[in-house]
């Protein structure tokens, strides 16, 4: 579909100017090297697709079931049920239950490159990529090869090793990179190693509080930052896919400093500021929102985030756990440039293993333990085996990623809205960078509220239709696509296959009876 501006193709960022929200990602532009891919360098060149024929009156492909309806997985139903007697709702985080899109999770026994295998021994094009940390596809050689080496030397040694400083110092330098470009100081000055996003933006909150001395926090409704206490309040996600605006077990006096305001929205900020500015810690915001389905900030909004924080004596958080180092070699920073004053990173920075990490200004992180007042600790944190999966993925993150990555995603996005277009289904084709979603809505959508007005029982069908072809989506219809490098054409064209029935089904689809 094609938008008037601002959602229509973007011009390349450059660093230090937001580059144009909602169209097609372009290639990333002078990247620095930071090693080579153990695989052949990706072809570029524009694979001609067949244009699919859509009947209005009838499903593409087979009849034998109505589109979009659960097929049978018995291995990974058995195994579910399984799961279900010793692991709460049968699995460890709630999205991978299906409930919102309904039939049996997939049990997956082994990924290579771009593609899944499960418990029945079916084979998925994989669009999830483990939430975001997968970007150079599964098993990937280096990334194998690094784990098995360090993990041959011991699993754990609750000690330092060189393997935290060499992946905090690759965390610095690619940051201190665009910042050069971009002509301002490196924002990511140290960084302190910890186990997950969660224990990431926690760590920051506390940190920030501890370091202007006020109680305040600030979020985004929609944006999700890990299932920290305080601001598990409108966090999208998970919870959007559950119709929970809260959750249970956290209390009105762990959320009682938190402040909830519309997504792209700085009026609503700036009225917030005016009323409790001298109390309010901190703003976090998720860099590009990606809990709610793919949802960019518009032109400036980050930029007038750290006008307002600084002018009022609060810090900026700008929380990257799933566009750090997958939208560029700096994350989100290197589209935009906007200096926050800490950082949360994770996903691509682990390797698809349990790491994340915090950093920032140099004077706010000398707050932390040993050296400052504001505790924080963990026994795994820098976990050699960890580290060392994380610092082998950002090293083979190159230019040609990035590149195969901003194509597959626009590319992937194209035929996808091509199909639903045709098939006469109304929606909106969102990117933040590379990561990319549909919203079933005429209208753009730029904060929660608008996210959950779509129609998101188109979503369901869809979803089913394209498992039953062979590819894995997110079985939520808030959250954000993920693409990888190993995505070759071979992987786009069965994607492009299963397009036809998928979108037919979204059409077919009802909503429910209440």
Known sequence: MTYPPPYGPPQPGQPGQPAQPYGRPQPTQSQPQYGQPQYGQPQY?????AQPQYAQAT??????????TPTPAPASAALFERAKRVIPGG??????????????????????????TDADGRTYVDLVSSWGPMVLGHAYPAVVEAVQRTAANGLSFGTPTVGEIDLVEEIINRVGAAAAAAGIANPVQQVRLVN??????????????????????????????????????????????FALPDTEGVTGAQTGDTIVVPYNDIAALEAVFALDGTEIACVITEA?????????????????????????????????????FRVTAAGWFGREAVPADLFTFGKVMS????????????????????NGPVYQAGTLSGNPVAVAAGLATLQNCTPSVYARLDYVAA??????SEALSQAGVEHRLQYAGNMFSFFFSPDPVLNYEQ????????????????????????????????????HDDEAISRIAAALPRAAWAAAAATPPTR
């Not at 969660?198 to 999700?224: D, H, N, P, Q």
Request: contains cysteine.
């Open 451 to 486: 996210a959950k007005a779509a129609q998101t029982w188109r979503y369901a069908p869809f979803f089913h239709a394209m498992l039953e072809a062979g590819v894995y989506l997110p079985p939520s219809a808030f959250e954000a696509w993920f693409v990888s490098a190993a």
């Open 91 to 116: 699995v460890n985080s709630p999205v991978r239950a299906f409930q919102s899109v309904g039939g049996t999770p997939r049990f997956m026994v082994s990924g290579r490159g771009a593609y899944l």
């Open 45 to 49: 060149a524009q694979p001609q697709y």
């Open 59 to 68: 499903p593409p492909g087979p009849a034998y079931a109505p589109p979009g």
């Open 196 to 241: 997950s996003g969660t224990e990431a933006t926690m760590s920051a909150i506390r940190l920030a509080r501890g370091f202007t001395g006020r109680k305040k926090v600030v979020k985004f409704a929609g944006c999700y930052h890990g299932h920290v206490d305080a601001l598990l309040a409108q966090a999208g996600s998970g919870l959007a896919t």
């Open 411 to 416: 590319t992937v996005g194209r035929l996808t």
């Open 351 to 370: 390797g698809g293993l349990p790491a994340a990490a915090f950093g920032g200004r140099a004077d706010v992180m000398a707050m932390l333990a040993p």
């Open 288 to 324: 590009a929102a990606g809990n709610m389905g793919a949802v960019p900030p518009l032109p400036g909004f980050n930029a007038a985030l750290r006008d307002l924080t600084s002018r009022h004596g609060a810090l900026l958080v700008s929380d990257e756990v799933m566009t750090g």
